[in-house]
């Protein structure tokens, strides 16, 4: 079965009659036929039944046109995009949050870099913002794509493509004043008056903290530090507490230790305003930016 088929198909399936379909078509009743009947053919099974010259969908009739639905809006999508690269200049606005460096992509610009020697013919322009600034941008629809980290959530009228999963936790050293509350394991109501941190506002960085806190009368004591660098001096200086990922490892010259938050997790995504035209250069970014970070994450560190 081809595209064109696919078509004939779903154009049959939507007026559930040969003359009309094959009209609306601008083809011939037979040749409509003949594609129908091609298909089931190559399916083994009928698509319609025909009662007294009426047709009805067969099980597999009705799936396929529920689903062929999806693939002839996916291959249209893709065709207007691929046409639209092949006559426009190609420009890509990309936003990344600072906080995403040096911690946990210290090499970021390099994979900018990397992306820009593969693809020179797209113009990239690069934003380096606070995690907030990189989401509101997003959502406005003022760039094509924005990387963050953050906890699962939606972002109105933007899809959301996700790079990595990380499982979330609490960082502290052991100069907290809380430390002995956080070595016996992770409660909501632990962050009731406990200075913490993240890179971003609560409602957006780690919103599903933020609601389950709401629902049960939590408040906590929370400040957004976007510096990597100045959230870690906080952090080892136990000054405050950290949303981050969970990392065993130890930096500076205090250890670092993490809290496990068993039902949260976090997410390294790219944001994409849904109305944006500049699809095809943006699938070429995520893919070219799965790629790295898978790559970056699957090597033992030594």
């Known amino acids: 079965m081809d595209i064109t088929q696919l078509r004939y198909f779903l154009k049959t399936a939507k007026t559930l009659n040969y003359t009309r379909a094959a009209k609306a078509l601008f083809i011939t009743r037979q040749s409509l036929r003949q594609a129908i009947a091609s298909i089931e053919a190559e399916l083994g099974s009928p698509l319609f039944y025909n009662e007294r010259n009426h047709l009805s969908l067969t099980e597999c009739g009705a799936y396929l046109a ?126 009731e008056g406990i200075p913490c941190i993240g890179m971003g506002s609560l409602r957006r960085y780690a919103q ?43 930096l500076g010259n205090r250890p670092i230790y993490s809290c496990p938050l068993p039902v949260y997790t976090f997410e390294l995504v790219l944001i994409c305003p849904s109305s944006r035209s500049e699809r095809g250069p943006v699938e070429l970014l995520r893919t070219f930016l799965e790629q790295e970070v898978g790559s970056h994450f699957n090597t033992p560190s030594t």
């Open 66 to 191: 529920l689903t062929g639905a999806k693939v002839v809006r996916a291959f249209d999508d893709m065709w207007t995009d691929t046409t639209r690269m092949a006559i426009q200049p190609l420009h890509l606005k990309a936003a990344f949050s600072e906080s995403l460096v040096p911690f946990l992509l210290p090499g970021l610009s390099e994979i900018f870099q990397r992306f820009q020697a593969r693809f020179p013919h797209i113009s990239l322009e690069l934003f380096r913002w606070d995690m907030d600034r990189v989401i509101e941008a997003a959502e406005a629809g003022e760039i094509d794509c924005g990387c963050v980290l953050r906890m699962p959530c939606e972002h109105l009228g933007c899809s959301v493509q996700v790079l990595q999963s990380f499982p979330a936790s609490l960082d502290y050293s052991d100069a907290f004043p809380h430390v002995e509350k956080l070595k016996k394991g992770f409660s909501l109501e632990m962050l």
């Open 208 to 250: 599903p903290v933020w609601e389950d806190c709401l629902s049960r009368g939590i408040h906590p004591d929370y400040q957004v530090i976007p510096n990597t660098i100045d959230a870690f001096y906080r952090v080892q200086n136990g000054l405050a507490i950290s949303f981050d990922i969970l990392d065993n490892g130890e």
